[in-house]
Each structure stands twice: as structure tokens, then as C-alpha cells.
């Protein structure tokens, strides 16, 4: 019997809707622990071109040694493409107490069409996963 | 809104019981794909403890160049302890056709009750989720 | 007593000057397989900015099954800054026989002075280091 | 022109004899962050055997936050075959001062002679490379 998602760790976060009637900290808590695919609406057929995965839109997350963004995922469906793992303080210049830009840029190309997706892990709050980023081959 | 997990991609196979009337390839696929965290029921606190996590119990994955099982996680609950990753054909001696053992042995310890589960990656399958092992402290 | 870099395995590979008399086949071999840190002279202490390890400048690796880059690391001096891993096929569309051109761009800052370099993996051709770049903060 | 290793960074540490006029500060740093092969003298051809990655022989190294034995690379000679890594306080749950046995056992296969070294990489110390170990196939 398939278990329900809920009953089961580790608990995956999906992209969620942030609000203007959220309290202040649960659209920080939320938005900068959601991943995003910045990837072109249509590219060519085994053409490279650029994929980022960036980390929130309005809230920074720290980057300290206990506390950071530690994994950066990218996925085509079900297929892993690539991985980023940054170590503590490597957006920060090591500072304490300091918050991190966490992104990545990879260079990838598609046969057909893409359904891009990222995963990210934070090291307090665990795994979070992008909405979807349709990519279209021509 | 949060988003139906059947709606999200990659999808997160978690483990199913396998039953009688299955039929056979469905038996094999979903017993190869499922990861099993074997410790112990019960563990010192802050001693160090092996954790095995294996694939399978009845059935073999294949570890040919373009399908096997790439990565073993450990989560105790949100929370990533090791991850193993494996290069294709690391299991078989790199012989084609063949089928691999993928299991990786970690050293950890606990300061409390853990809530262990593992992930694991397929490189045709994507992810799944294994059930949670529970380690009692004393 | 040290052991000599020569007599140890994995070999790392460290950027070489590519020369005008090497032939065509070395210069392929050499060139594809060297990391490059592409990343400002300059920049401001704690201020995030991007750094591309890239492989390569005349000749483009291959990007099949069973032989690819694998693993972009950068390192600052001895410190692993951050690692992107790529799954095969990822730059190429999956497409056979194709060639792909692996890079990746990370965010980081800096807290001092850095001393940026990459280390690459090859599947088949194992280990390789790029020449260092210096980046000043001011 | 092949540059000298000793110019490049990132230093890559090689396992040195550890002998009795040393003084403790430095038989300790040296132990500790020397990773060990582990593995029978011979096995059958194709047949999965465990080979553990472990460090230090008399000392253990730190796992606090911000310095542990991050991750741990076994290779066959120039080829990667499997690499586990850690995440802090994943080998002493968490606690505050304590030291981590960090060791991994994988299950691997070899098709002829295996040449297996492993590479470790501490987050304060950099990269060090094993003895190798010589696995005859029978």
C-alpha cells in the first residue's frame, strides 16, 4: 500500500504560494528556502544554454557554518542533471553572521522537450523543490 | 497553495509493500529500487554504531554504464547524515550486463532517538525512499 | 618520509603549457581536460560574485555514457569552496557521440585576498587541477 | 612544462610514515587525517567484497561544525569508484567538542587487479591521499 506523502520523511517542500496575508516570518521562511529554475522559454535542439538555480526572490538565507543551503539540484523529470554543493561561508566570504546568495549557473542542453525542476537541501530545514520550468526544443 | 505531490516533479517513490499477487516484474522493480536502513533497535548515546543501507532484499539492480543505483542518502528525520555515491560499474567489477550488490556501510552516532530513512537514486528510475528505521537511545 | 607525487595514485593532473610543436592529438587530449577559474581580478570583500570553472578553451570533451567531466571543484587554496557534478548526457541533450561543453558558474565572496582554483574529473581520464587565479578584495 | 606539485594548490597530502621522534602535536595531526584502505589481499573476479575507507590509526579527528572529515573518495588506481560524505556531527549526534570515528565500508566488485587508494577531505585541512592497496583477482 502506497504510504501518504505526509506520513513519511525526510519531508519534502514543494513550491507553496506565498501571500500578502502571511505573517512576515513564515514568507521569509518560505521564499528563501524555495529553489527556482531561470531557464529560457525555448531553445534549440542539443544547443547549450544556461540554467540557474537560485535560492528565493525577496528573502536572503543565511550562509553560516550550521545554517546554510547546501545542495542545489537540477532535474529533467525524473532525471537528475547536475548537482551543486557549496561548503558554509563560500557565499559569504566565511563572515559570520552573514546571509548568501546562493546560486548556480549549469550549462546543459536538451534533446526534447524539458521539464526542469530544482531540489534544494538546507542543512537546518531540509528539502525543498522547485516549481516546474517547462523548456521547449525547436 | 500547497501543491499535490502527484502534481510535482521528481516524483519520490516511497516504499510499498510488495504482495503476492504482483505480478513478477513489478515485484523486481519495485524491490530493487527500494532502499532498507539496517541498524540497531537500540544504541548507546554518543557511540558510534554501523548503518548499512542496502538496495533490495530479493532482487538484484542492474550496474551497467547507463543504469544503476548512483546514490545511497541518510536522513535522520529532515536531517542529511551521508550520502554515498557510486560510479557505474564500482559493484561488478565493471563487467557489462552484470548486476550489483549497491549497499554502503556509514559510522554515526546519536545524542537522541533517531528517525532514520534512507534516498536513493536511479539513474532510469529517479528517486525512492526507503520505510523509517527507528534507533532507541540509552 | 614524503612520498613523490609520481609514485601515487590518483595522478593529478596539472595545467601545462600547451605548445605549438605538441601534436594535434596531445594538444586535444591536454586541452579538454584542463580546468580554467575564469573570475574578476578584483572584487569587494563580502560582496557576492560569479566565477566559472570551465573546461577547456580550443577543444570540447566528450559527454556520453561512459565518458564525461563528472566533477567541477573550486577551491580556494586548500579550501573546497563549492563542487557542481554533472550526470552524463546532461550538456549534450543526451544524444550519442556528442561532446559537450561542461561548465559551471558559481556565487561566491570573499573575506581576504583568494586564491581560486579548480580540480576537475574526467571518467576516464581521472584528476585534473587549473592554474591558479588570483582574485584581490579591496 | 609540468609544474612542481609543491607549487600547487590545492595541496594534496600523501600518507607519510608517521615515526617516533615526531613530536605528539604533529603524529597526531598526521594520523588523524591519513585515510586507510581497508580490504582483503585477494578476491574473486566479479564477486562484491567490502573495502572500508577509515581515518587515522591511534588518533581521532574533530567532528564540530565547522572542522570534520568531510568527505571520503575511494579510486582504483585514476578511477573513481565511490565517495561518501558527511555532514557535521553526523558521527558523534551532534554533540559539541566530540570527536567522530568518520569511516565508510562500500561493497565493490573488481574485474582485475585492483590498484584502490582513497582520498579524504577535511574542511580545515585539505586533501589527503592514502597508501595504496594492492587487491589481487583470482
Same mark, same amino acid.
Not at 561561508?89 to 525542476?117: C, H, N, P, W
Given at each position: 500500500m502506497?504510504?501518504?506523502?505526509? &506520513? &513519511?520523511?525526510?519531508?519534502?517542500?514543494?513550491?507553496?504560494?506565498?501571500t500578502?496575508?502571511?505573517?512576515?516570518?513564515?514568507? /521569509?521562511?518560505? /521564499? #528563501?528556502?524555495?529553489?527556482?529554475? !531561470?531557464?529560457?522559454? #525555448?531553445?534549440?535542439k542539443?544547443?547549450?544554454f544556461?540554467v540557474t538555480?537560485?535560492?528565493? #526572490? /525577496?528573502y !536572503?538565507?543565511?550562509?553560516?557554518?550550521d545554517?546554510?543551503?547546501?545542495?542545489?539540484?537540477?532535474?529533467?523529470?525524473?532525471?537528475?542533471?547536475?548537482?551543486?554543493?557549496?561548503?558554509?561561508?563560500a557565499?559569504?566570504?566565511?563572515? /559570520?553572521?552573514?546571509?548568501?546568495?546562493?546560486? !548556480?549557473?549549469?550549462?546543459?542542453?536538451? %534533446? #526534447?522537450? %524539458?521539464?526542469?525542476?530544482?531540489?534544494?537541501?538546507?542543512?537546518?530545514?531540509?528539502?525543498? !523543490?522547485?516549481?516546474?520550468?517547462i523548456?521547449?526544443?525547436?
Amino acid at each position: 500500500m502506497q504510504k501518504e506523502n505526509t &506520513q &513519511q520523511m525526510p519531508k519534502i517542500n514543494y513550491a507553496t504560494d506565498i501571500t500578502d496575508d502571511m505573517k512576515e516570518a513564515k514568507k /521569509d521562511y518560505l /521564499d #528563501r528556502h524555495t529553489p527556482h529554475v !531561470v531557464a529560457p522559454d #525555448r531553445v534549440q535542439k542539443g544547443k547549450p544554454f544556461a540554467v540557474t538555480v537560485k535560492m528565493g #526572490r /525577496d528573502y !536572503v538565507h543565511p550562509d553560516v557554518v550550521d545554517h546554510h543551503i547546501q545542495t542545489l539540484q537540477l532535474f529533467n523529470g525524473d532525471t537528475l542533471l547536475a548537482t551543486a554543493t557549496y561548503n558554509p561561508g563560500a557565499t559569504t566570504g566565511g563572515m /559570520d553572521e552573514a546571509k548568501g546568495y546562493t546560486q !548556480v549557473t549549469f550549462q546543459i542542453s536538451l %534533446g #526534447r522537450k %524539458g521539464k526542469l525542476t530544482a531540489m534544494s537541501y538546507c542543512t537546518k530545514h531540509g528539502l525543498w !523543490v522547485s516549481e516546474e520550468k517547462i523548456v521547449e526544443v525547436e
